[in-house]
């Protein structure tokens, strides 16, 4: 028998006469298993051994590109939870506001710090220990009827965070983004505490705006055209310095200065293999930093002790 003369089949479906090879792995392969490749075609398996080999591609700053703002969708969901939350039940917000220091009465009420303070009372806020306020206030905000916007104050946010958040973190990756918004958020807390300890201040603002500096970073970063960027973060200045009259200017800042300092740290990290230390130690000592800022402050304002 003439061997050119052969029937040859797939090697995945044996009943299917076929003539094409996988320019890989030179099996036989039907139409059905035929992927197409720059020259010629590959059957399914060398087409998933030569994905596992690809690179994974990257942000600029090392972050894993993706193409779906997953953390931004997830932080926004988590605001709204926590509001629905409050609602329910709006105690949830006094003890878990950012407070750095205040007095809860023997009434239940909640005062205004002083040091010593009556007895019956007790310390409250970072000055009791409650040190998770510096994050978890980041995460409320204010009920439909108080303050000055009300059920305003979450929608203006999530807004904010949508239209950032959807730009910002395919820049960043999820892990960098996640770890920016929250050392944001942790930033403004701690300007709050250094000048307003006695304050009770709530809202994802100041994660909010270090998110907006980190916008500006790195579309400079990219060289991307500046003047929508300009636009957008002249905006949020200008909404810092109107919110000062009417909302947590104090947090709103050191959000900005905690995301800017973050962004930069990522964006100008060198791209080597020191990229990623160099980005992880100027978090963590971005961490030490407030932490130490706290500890200061909380002491000062506690006669030298320091809350467990």
């Not at 000055?148 to 960043?172: C, D, K, Q, S």
């Not at 790195?218 to 300009?230: F, H, K, L, P, S």
């Not at 900005?256 to 990229?275: E, K, S, Y």
């Amino acid at each position: 028998m003439d061997p050119d003369s052969a029937v040859t089949t797939c090697y995945r479906h044996t009943e299917v006469e076929c003539h094409v090879r996988c320019i890989r792995c030179e099996r036989y392969i039907c139409p059905d298993c035929m992927r197409e490749a720059a020259v010629g075609h590959q059957c399914p398996e060398c087409v998933r051994e030569g994905a596992r080999s690809v690179r994974q591609a990257r942000t600029l700053v090392g972050g894993r590109v993706s193409a779906v703002p997953v953390v931004t969708y997830v932080l926004i969901v988590l605001n709204v939870l926590v509001y629905l939350a409050e609602l329910a039940r709006p105690e949830i917000v006094d003890r878990f506001a950012m407070v750095g220091a205040g007095l809860l009465g023997p009434d239940g009420e909640h005062y205004l710090w002083v040091d010593p303070y009556p007895g019956g009372f007790s310390p409250e806020g970072l000055a009791g220990g409650e040190w998770y306020r510096l994050l978890t206030g980041a995460f409320l905000h204010l009920p439909p009827t108080e303050g000055t916007f009300g059920i305003l104050h979450v929608v203006m946010n999530m807004v904010a965070l949508w239209n950032l958040g959807r730009l910002v973190e395919p820049m960043l990756g999820r892990v960098h983004y996640l770890a920016l918004y929250l050392l944001s958020a942790l930033g403004g807390s701690v300007l709050v505490l250094l000048i307003a300890p006695g304050d009770a201040v709530v809202g994802a603002s100041g994660a909010i705006f270090g998110v907006g500096a980190a916008y500006y970073v790195m579309a400079r970063r990219i060289g991307a055209d500046m003047g929508q960027v300009n636009r957008l973060v002249g905006g949020l200045l200008l909404w810092l310095v109107v919110s000062a009259l009417v909302t947590s200017w104090e947090g709103h800042l050191g959000g900005l200065l905690a995301g800017g300092a973050v962004a930069l740290a990522f964006a100008h990290a060198p791209r080597d293999g020191r990229r990623t230390v160099v980005q992880v130690g100027a978090c963590v000592a971005l961490v030490v930093v407030l932490g130490v800022a706290a500890v200061v402050k909380v002491s000062e304002l506690t006669g030298g002790g320091i809350p467990q």
